[in-house]
């Protein structure tokens, strides 16, 4: 199967400050690419789609201007989420799609905001 | 999104046959019926899927109901390994098409 890798694995970072997530296909494009929050216990749930070359589509209730996505190659997305407060922790997925092909997701970034 | 109803736990001994159902009596034509386990603090890993005919691959098997309102997932010899959560889904098989999880269920195998 395709191989999706996410950096980092974890960060821990300070009330207030911006932390970049990367996500990278490895052997294949990916024209969308998705991005998912997990809470403890809880569901995956659905935060964005990522398509190369144009702005992303979030769901509803995702705050557009907290969580910037930038998909810049068939290749990378990259998830910014600003200004981070200790609610944003979470464990954050991302997924890519060969096209007509199945979604295969990263190992996930578990981001912890003190 | 078609919705999918699992058992939210079963257990399987080491070595048996693990079979977890789906219900998705609501899919429609052009939606396929997805697999995915989550091993804990991992990204979901793809099982299998399909579309109406039932498929096998070296992990499990799918056998889905001529209706296709219903599937089972079969990991034929389960181990401790396969502990994990099993989320089915249904989606077309577009580019964008967008999967929707739902609380799948908590396989634990007993030694």
């Known amino acids: 199967g395709a191989v999706v890798s996410q950096h980092p694995s974890w960060v821990i970072c300070k009330s207030g400050t911006s932390v970049k997530i990367e996500c990278r296909s490895l052997?294949?494009?990916?024209?969308?690419m998705f991005w998912y929050r997990q809470f403890p216990k809880q569901s995956l749930m659905l935060m964005a789609t990522?398509?190369?070359?144009?702005?992303?589509?979030?769901e509803q209730g995702v705050e557009k201007d907290k969580f910037l996505i930038n998909h810049a190659s068939l290749t990378l997305s990259t998830l910014t989420v600003t200004s981070a407060h200790p609610e944003d922790s979470s464990f954050y997925i991302c997924?890519?799609?060969?096209?007509?092909?199945?979604?295969?997701f990263g190992p996930g970034t578990r981001l912890t905001v003190l | 999104d078609a919705k999918t109803t699992q058992p939210p736990s079963m257990d399987c001994a080491e070595g048996r046959a693990a079979n977890l159902p789906c219900n998705h009596s609501t899919i429609s034509g052009n939606e396929y019926v997805y697999w995915y386990r989550q091993i804990h603090s991992q990204g979901p890993q793809y099982i299998i899927h399909?579309?109406?005919n039932n498929e096998t691959n070296e992990m499990a098997s799918l056998i889905i109901t001529e209706d296709r309102k219903s599937s089972t997932l079969i990991l034929p010899h389960a181990t401790l390994r396969d502990t994990a959560v099993y989320y089915c889904?249904?989606?077309?098989?577009?580019?964008?098409?967008?999967?929707?999880f739902g609380t799948g269920t908590r396989l634990t195998i007993i030694p």
């Open positions: 889904i249904v989606a077309s098989n577009f580019g964008n098409e967008k999967l929707t």
């Open positions: 997924s890519a799609r060969p096209f007509t092909d199945t979604q295969y």
């Open positions: 399909g579309l109406k």
């Open positions: 990522s398509n190369e070359g144009s702005k992303a589509t979030y």
């Open positions: 052997d294949f494009q990916a024209t969308t």
